[in-house]
């Protein structure tokens, strides 16, 4: 096998460093962001959109380096992500004001983007079968994982006064160690031949199991992401404390991630997704229905269903479409990030009109923005609804189809 004398550990442990300075750049942002906005004099919209630059950079280094993968390699797309990581943090640690920021965190953006670009199909080559499918959970645990992390750091560094230029400079620790794990290291060559040509890649991107992954990441993500955007909004006002959800939603995720092998071994790929979808439902159904104490309950249910979403989806496409390898999982992966992007300002009219319409019926204070964002939630709903039935169309689907996922296995471990 030609992958047989690469240093695995290595290029593994420096993946879930990489990842953890993408879940930094986004968990501490956001810790620092009301600091940042006095210290420039930012108005909320100008902070929104620096927030953007992180989602724009993202999906298009995404896609670029997926379509690059096999001819410009996964070690030079990683030196990309640690000079724009480098680049985009120190920019943001001596910005002299809007436009510099909306620089820096774009080049932080295209930084993340190559990560995943380089780092899923990379982690798909080392390994085969249900241990692929378990070590792109462990490598996705350090999303959620680090967000946890980088969460509680920023939290108490801004409790001990600490500057919003010291928390970045935190960022730069797992950038550093990142490159030295990757420095001079073998990279791993495609279990198949054939993912090297793009016309491949493109053909096995036509076929109907990758037509309808690529459409249900657009719902998994914003299932995943739309509510933990908004969330807070609505918590704030409902007794319980947002940070604590986010703390308790992410590091449940990040446990879940890392026993995904034997989660998966047992239900399956399919089975999994369609068990997410609707805990992922009910999640979201408690949060817009109850206050106080309950909301963790909310949040315990909600991480157990967005919990194997992303790594599963990415996990299916490189184990039932191999063919369309780095660029059919950079295209899914980028999918997911843009259906975040759009779905944002439809979730916001939600609000807006929610907000007016309860205006309307007298409400003020606490009780207008409890009413108003559960009822934004109630709306967010109809994402893992849909997915419900997606998924027991998918699972009836594959578990009928003539190559089953141990017959891919067998071509995947064995190069064919």
């Not at 724009?56 to 000079?83: C, D, E, Q, R, W």
């Not at 750091?153 to 960022?171: G, L």
């Not at 990030?337 to 309860?358: K, L, V």
Request: with cysteine; charged share 10%; hydrophobic share 50%.
């Amino acid at each position: 096998m030609a992958n047989e004398n690469i240093n695995r550990s290595a290029l593994f442990n420096g993946s879930c460093f990489a990842l953890i300075t993408t879940a930094f750049t986004f968990s501490i942002r956001a810790g620092v962001l009301p600091q940042l906005g006095e210290a420039f004099g930012l108005s909320a919209e100008q902070l929104g959109f620096i927030n953007s630059m992180w989602f724009l950079g993202f999906p298009i280094s995404m896609i670029i380096g997926g379509l690059v993968y096999h001819t410009f390699g996964p070690k030079n797309i990683m030196l990309v992500a640690f000079v724009c990581h480098t680049i985009g943090i120190l920019l943001t640690i001596y910005a002299g004001g809007y436009t510099t920021l909306l620089i820096s965190t774009l080049f932080i953006g295209i930084g993340n983007g190559c990560t995943e670009a380089a780092c899923n199909p990379m982690i798909a080559d080392m390994y085969s079968g249900i241990t692929m499918q378990k070590m792109l959970a462990r490598f996705h645990m350090w999303f959620p994982g680090g967000i946890l992390v980088g969460s509680l750091i920023s939290y108490f560094m801004t409790k001990m006064d600490m500057s919003w230029e010291a928390q970045m400079w935190v960022t730069m620790v797992p950038t550093v160690i990142y490159a030295v794990l990757f420095f001079g290291k073998t990279f791993p060559k495609p279990q198949l031949e054939e993912a090297n040509s793009l016309s491949q890649n493109f053909k096995a991107m036509l076929s109907p199991v990758y037509i309808f992954l690529f459409f249900c990441m657009a719902l998994t993500a914003i299932s995943e992401f739309g509510p933990g955007q908004w969330v807070s909004v609505v918590l704030s006002s409902s007794g319980a404390e947002p940070m604590i959800i986010l703390a308790l939603t992410s590091g449940l995720m990040a446990v879940g991630r890392f026993f995904a092998g034997p989660v998966v071994a047992k239900f399956g790929q399919t089975g999994v997704l369609l068990m997410g979808a609707i805990f992922a439902t009910i999640g979201i159904y408690l949060f817009s229905s109850v206050t106080g104490p309950v909301a963790y309950l909310a949040a315990v249910v909600f991480a157990m269903g967005v919990c194997y979403f992303w790594p599963v989806m990415i996990g299916s496409v490189a184990q039932r479409v191999p063919r369309s390898s780095a660029l059919g999982m950079s295209i899914v992966g980028g999918v997911g990030m843009f259906s975040t992007a759009i779905f944002q300002p439809i979730i916001g009219g939600w609000i807006d009109s929610a907000r007016t319409e309860n205006t309307a019926r007298g409400l003020t204070g606490n009780a207008l923005e409890l009413a108003t964002g559960q009822h934004a939630l109630r709306n967010m709903m109809t994402f893992p609804a849909i997915l419900i039935v997606l998924f027991i169309i998918f699972f009836i689907w594959q578990k009928n189809s003539k190559t089953s996922p141990s017959e891919l296995e067998m071509t995947m471990s064995t190069g064919h």
